[in-house]
């Protein structure tokens, strides 16, 4: 059965990463924009990087433009954009679809392991977050709205397992 560490998504170099190096840690996964009315849930989820990564979790940023055209920079201009604006410390990777033919492979496994409301597979807008077990296995997708810090019991929790 397939988990999120088969998967390599690109990093902004475009250089494959291996998802195995997250084994045994729970992970946070979730599309971005820097120029969406949710941006600023990256102050969430840093706080949570923060707080957490001692403990065993990571967050893991997804750039998308597929909404709105909210993510239109380069991966330096959107790294930038979120180290100075957010102070934004953990992993960016490189921007990708998250719907459609060239949706990345591991959005189209998380959303097919945790599908949204009346079963939908895709991704409806910016933020939309997905939390994983330390087994690599999906719990959880949040809606865009949710803000991080909502999440917080549910991230207690897996840690726990």
Same mark, same amino acid.
């Given at each position: 059965m397939p988990t999120i560490y088969? %998967?390599?998504?690109? @990093? $902004?170099?475009?250089? $494959?990463?291996? @998802?195995?190096q997250y084994r045994g840690k729970v992970v946070l996964i979730?599309?971005?924009?820097s120029k969406? #009315?949710?941006t600023p849930q990256y102050q969430g989820l840093e706080?949570?990087?923060?707080?957490?990564?001692e403990k065993g979790v990571e967050v893991l940023g997804f750039p998308c433009n597929q909404f #709105? #055209?909210?993510?239109?920079?380069t991966a330096e201009e959107i790294g +930038?954009?979120?180290?100075?604006?957010?102070g934004v410390s953990f992993p960016l990777f490189a921007k990708i679809d998250v719907n459609g033919d060239q949706a990345d492979p @591991?959005?189209?496994?998380?959303?097919?392991?945790a599908p949204g409301l009346l079963g939908s597979k895709a991704i409806k807008w910016n933020f939309t977050k997905f939390l994983v077990r330390k087994d690599g296995?999906? %719990?959880?997708?949040?809606? $865009? +709205?949710?803000?991080?810090?909502?999440m917080v019991a549910d991230i207690e929790k897996l840690l726990a397992e």
């Open positions: 088969d %998967f390599h998504p690109a @990093l $902004p170099d475009n250089t $494959p990463a291996a @998802l195995d979730v599309n971005t924009a969406c #009315g949710f706080k949570i990087y923060r707080e957490f990564k #709105g #055209g909210q993510e239109p920079g +930038a954009f979120c180290e100075k604006n957010y @591991l959005f189209t496994y998380i959303k097919t392991e296995s999906v %719990f959880k997708r949040y809606a $865009p +709205a949710t803000k991080p810090e909502d």
